[in-house]
């Protein structure tokens, strides 16, 4: 067992007795990275010197006896929309933010560096975050390191390949539509995104401000909680952060071992509706009866609103809440500028033609026409009344369940190419996933199986708001059964 | 719901993003298939449901109105495009014909 293959947790054990360093683990990652990122592409940005005097300087301190942060010399890839001031870009995969330099560091990535993390540089994604693929990136796209023809998802594809190729043990990414869960998913690493508020957004870059969350990929449960530990809590920059009067944060890891008892797990019949494939339905079965046999008692239940009719719901709302988002991309104050135009008006068109890829241009005028005067009522209007019908299908649910279950997409991962020739049919990766967004609930996925031809299969459980701690406890039940993190991608030297 | 060529080229002015001539059908064609799919919310029927922004009850928040150091000019300034002292350098916004 190579130091990689150490998962966040049991590096962190290995460091404390003084097995290995911070700097030896570092060494590996950025090793790691150099010898895949030119096929997998995991990385945009690598800052190797910056990662190396971070991991001496957690080395010393450790050498020193001075009190150490929960991720101290862990090394950790942030995905490119979150602000870093050290100097490495953010571009949001996009070649209007192309040259930027953030002038100020994100409040995640501010907690990752308080609690010691050595941040290995920026990971890939759609452009924006706007994507299921991360084909939509303007640098290239990201390759699934289970069979680098295939996509590893999206918008966070970077970040979950980064982790299952085992470039990083933990990694940041964020999720408006199911960004971390379905990449996590395709990937066969574990995501989580967290209540809606639960951590702060400030210095991510703003997609849709009312359904954009962070949180972190792991190859474990429990890499996953650590990495939520370090990032939740309030933040008065972000207006949206709950206060921890209200909503304390808990300590995720110290209870994950127990069991939640009793459980009664939500089955939503539309999650396995048309357009699920047989082989990723069987896997997630075989999930679902692991629980059963645990002495959980599975409930079908009804969800109406939460599939087509939230993906339709979604692609209004999100579109809109980007139109605005997105006008500050004007070529004033940061930013690409064009050369050539002939006026202000000119120079906003033309700066924003040319620094904006197809997806982004067509979400932000998808998003101005549904705004727009004479089609606000019936199209941005009607969106928030389903929203709110979407939210109550998980008020009753949670009434009868303390967490719901399903696959997190409706197929494995898809081949490079397949889905860019029609918007609708790269929206529709997204069916399981965008009604917690759109309802503020948490949601994880979890690695539970491969398909025939060797691809991960993902489940995803969803409970009810600033419930991370069950969602945990409940995902690690699965986890003790059945561990898959064990198996590695062929690209990082598993069996082919 | 098909767009027309010219509802497309209102769409994208109000975006402020320029299109070539040859993209405008082929995003009139795609923006049209999205918008027939979202359409279907039309099925619902919502008359007695109240818009919802945001799914957990959010209050506005204040602080004391007291001054606190903001971006510093010289990191404010940072990424300008085009730079005069203190100021972002940008094209006329207004007309010389226009009245004062």
């Known amino acids: 067992m190579t130091i990689t293959d150490l998962t966040a947790c049991q590096l962190r054990d290995a460091l404390r007795e003084g097995r290995t360093s911070a700097r030896e683990a570092t060494d590996a990652c950025l090793a790691a990275i150099e010898r895949l990122n030119p096929t997998i592409k995991a990385f945009l940005s690598v800052d190797s010197g910056a990662a190396r005097r971070r991991a001496d300087e957690i080395d010393r301190s450790r050498a020193a006896r001075e009190p150490l942060g929960l991720l101290a010399g862990i090394p950790v890839a942030v995905k490119d929309n979150m602000c870093t001031a050290d100097g490495q870009p953010t571009t949001c995969a996009s070649r209007i933010l192309a040259a930027w330099r953030a002038p100020y560091d994100a409040h995640v990535v501010e907690r990752l560096r308080a609690e010691g993390a050595v941040v290995l540089g920026k990971t890939n994604l759609d452009e924006f975050a706007m994507g299921s693929s991360t084909e939509n990136s303007a640098f290239g796209t990201t390759r699934n390191p289970w069979d680098t023809e295939r996509v590893p998802g999206g918008s966070s594809g970077g970040s979950a390949a980064a982790v299952a190729a085992r470039m990083a043990p933990l990694a940041l990414g964020s999720d408006t539509g199911g960004s971390i869960r379905q990449p996590a998913s395709l990937c066969g690493v574990v995501g989580l995104k967290p209540t809606y508020g639960r951590v702060s957004r400030f210095g991510l870059v703003a997609f849709a401000s009312s359904l954009d969350q962070i949180g972190p990929f792991g190859r474990t449960v429990a890499d996953a909680a650590l990495l939520l530990q370090a990032t939740a809590g309030h933040d008065p920059r972000d207006s949206t952060s709950v206060s921890e009067k209200d909503q304390p944060v808990p300590d995720y890891l110290a209870h994950l071992e127990e069991p939640v008892r009793p459980l009664r797990i939500g089955v939503p019949r539309e999650f396995f509706g048309a357009g699920l494939d047989p082989e990723v339905e069987a896997v997630v079965r075989a999930a679902l009866a692991v629980y059963e046999r645990l002495g959980a008692k599975l409930v079908e239940i009804g969800l109406p609103h939460s599939t087509e009719f939230a993906i339709a719901t979604y692609y209004i709302v999100a579109t809109s809440e980007a139109s605005s988002n997105l006008a500050r991309y004007d070529g004033v104050h940061y930013g690409r500028r064009s050369s050539d135009h002939s006026g202000l008006i000119d120079m906003y068109m033309r700066s924003r033609a040319q620094g904006f890829g197809d997806e982004v241009k067509r979400r932000i005028m998808l998003g101005t026409y549904a705004l727009s005067a004479g089609y606000y009522d019936a199209y941005y209007k009607k969106a928030l009344r389903v929203r709110r019908l979407i939210r109550r299908d998980f008020e009753e649910a949670f009434a009868r369940c303390d967490c719901i279950m399903g696959p997190t997409s409706p197929t494995a991962a898809f081949p490079i190419g397949q889905r860019t020739a029609e918007p609708l049919a790269m929206y529709l990766s997204d069916v399981y996933t965008v009604s917690a967004n759109l309802a503020a609930v948490p949601g994880a996925s979890l690695p539970c199986g491969f398909t025939r031809a060797g691809l991960p299969v993902g489940l995803q459980i969803l409970s009810d708001v600033f419930t991370e701690d069950r969602l945990l406890r409940i995902a690690r039940m699965y986890e003790r059964q059945a561990e898959w993190s064990g198996r590695a991608p062929p690209a990082a030297g598993g069996a082919a | ?100």
């Open chain 2, 1 to 100: 719901m098909a767009l027309s060529r010219e509802e497309v080229l209102k769409v994208a002015t109000l975006s402020r993003i320029r299109l070539a001539d040859g993209d405008v059908e082929r995003f009139a064609g795609q923006l049209s298939a999205i918008l027939d799919y979202v359409d279907k919310l039309r099925r619902l029927d919502t008359d007695r449901v109240e818009p919802l922004a945001h799914a957990l009850p959010i209050q506005n928040v204040l602080r004391p109105d007291e001054p606190r150091p903001g971006l510093a000019p010289d990191l404010a300034l940072g990424g300008a495009p085009d730079r005069a002292g203190d100021f972002f350098k940008v094209p006329r916004v207004l007309d010389e014909d226009a009245g004062a």
